[in-house]
């Protein structure tokens, strides 16, 4: 790259806001290096930056490894790279397994990162990796990092608040207590990310029929919802490379699902409730 342009994506990766000098993103490029480099700092951004500092004053890597929230999200990022990588050496879309791995890391590190940088149009892709990709952007990156989504720790959370719920029906007088590594979760937490999801869940309901109404087909729907709550950029559908020829109605649902999944909607609830604004 030229300095200009990679000042500028030094910018957009780190930020996970995924800008780019090129209108082919990083596929205009053709360069693993390049690929591989903003792979690392896609990643590095998406990590809770309290564990980066933790890091850095005491010099040790093994903080990365001792974080719950950090190793559960790299595990995610492994799997489904490798799943996506398969999914395209089977389809033929990549040349070599070489290939398909590339381009498979590449798309599920920028999606799950919020970053939306991109090698290739993902929602072209065949059998289930578009849905599958825009699912993987609900999970998010780590808590305290510039990425969107609903973060790991809390995805975390659900899965093992489901887990206790399972082991109460086989054991109904057993303790079995929430845990992130050996810590045990307060009781309130659990509860404030059931209330999260629950408000995510209705916000993207609620917003996915406004975009129905606005003229997007289910799909295209969908995608518009998913990329603009997650703060991702591609979506499906009609807004698989850009929200330009979609209505105007459906242009300010996505400005305030922007607004609602960056601010993690309980600020916007907040703000739109009358009590707030009493003396």
Known sequence: MSVFEAIGHSFATVSTGGFSTRDDSIAAFADGQVEVVAMVFMTLGAINFSVHLA????????????????????????????????VLHIEKVAETPLQALRMGAFEVI??????????????????????FLIFISFIGGCGG?????????????????????????????AVVPVRIGAHPVPPQVVQAVWGFFAAYVLAFVVLMLGMMTAGLDQVSAFGAVATTLNNLGPGLGRVAMSFADISDPAKALSIFAMLLGRLEIFTIAVLLTPEFWRR
């Open 110 to 131: 920028s999606v799950i990162t919020s970053t939306g940088f991109s090698m290739a149009d993902f929602s072209l892709w065949p059998a289930f990796l578009p849905i």
């Open 145 to 173: 990092s510039t990425a969107g989504g609903m973060k790991v720790l809390r995805i975390q959370l659900l899965v093992l608040q489901g887990w206790r719920e399972i082991m109460r029906l086989i054991h109904p007088k």
């Open 55 to 86: 890091a850095w004053q005491g010099k040790r890597l093994g903080y990365y490894a001792r974080n719950p929230e950090v190793r559960a999200f790299l595990m995610v990022i492994v799997g489904a790279a490798l799943l996506t990588a398969l």
